[in-house]
């Protein structure tokens, strides 16, 4: 059973009127895609492979930072002489071999973690509107949530590509309450990361991280956050 949700919470879930959660990190645990769709786009352009571990830390900041940031871990390893000059250069192959990739294998390797239907459940019984709101491309998020039985509680979707900034920008978030029609102050962030608190904080928006994630390997809890929740469920 998950633990007592905190009278804290309890009364900022009484303040707001709409929520918009994450994705990655916070509804599913997609790093097993990420590590097989990237390690393919390697092997494809004869790189070498990366470790699931490594990619944790550079997930959160949209797709084009992360193939950015796996080339340079990688190229680091060959030693190769101009690095920041190769990135540029295999950057449209690697775009479009990782594409195809991870379109190929979405949702295959990553799971919805414990309590994400029974969250989203308590949430809409409370009367809030939702929206999914992710710096994934939208095109690999819609397939994703579908696949997982997650899309139908969702009135918006919004992906990295959606707006011109992603998290933690606060534009997304802005766009997202002005698509549902409502005020940033009432609307509930629901995250993982830094990336997530640093926008809702800018959106004047609150924000609750679950403890779980990708968080750039940092502690979850040393964010500024409003709230912090072990599962979903706890949002009940």
């Given amino acids: 059973m998950p633990a007592a949700v905190t009278p804290s919470l309890s009364t900022l879930l009484t303040r707001v009127d709409a929520a918009i959660i994450d994705l990655d990190g916070t509804m599913v645990d997609t790093m097993g895609d990420f590590n097989e769709a990237l390690n393919r786009m390697l092997r494809e352009l004869e790189l070498p ?4 571990q490594m990619i944790e830390h550079m997930v959160g900041k949209g797709s084009e930072h992360l193939l950015r940031s796996v080339l340079h871990h990688v ?4 030693n190769h002489a101009s690095i920041a000059a190769e990135i540029e250069a ?4 690697a775009w479009a071999s990782y594409q195809r ?3 190929a294998i979405n949702g295959q390797y990553a799971g919805v973690y414990d309590g994400v239907k029974a969250g989203l459940q308590a949430l809409q019984a409370r009367g809030l509107r939702l929206a999914c709101l992710t710096n994934k491309p939208r095109d690999f998020a819609l397939p994703l949530l579908q696949s997982k039985g997650l899309d139908g509680y969702f009135e918006k979707v919004f992906g990295g590509d959606s707006f011109e900034r992603k998290k933690p920008d606060p534009l997304p978030l802005l ?5 549902l029609g409502t005020d940033p102050a009432r609307t509930l962030m629901v995250g993982d990361s830094s990336n997530d608190a640093q926008a809702a904080r800018a959106a004047g928006c609150p924000v609750v991280l679950v403890t779980y994630g990708y ?3 940092q502690p979850v809890r040393a964010v500024d956050a409003d ?3 072990d599962s979903l ?4």
């Fill in 227 to 229: 709230g912090f929740v």
């Fill in 49 to 52: 492979s990366i470790a699931a």
């Fill in 90 to 93: 295999l950057y449209p192959s």
């Fill in 75 to 78: 190229l680091v390893q060959v």
């Fill in 101 to 103: 990739h991870y379109l």
């Fill in 233 to 236: 469920a706890q949002l009940t």
């Fill in 175 to 179: 766009k997202t309450c002005e698509a």
């Fill in 215 to 217: 968080n750039h390997g």
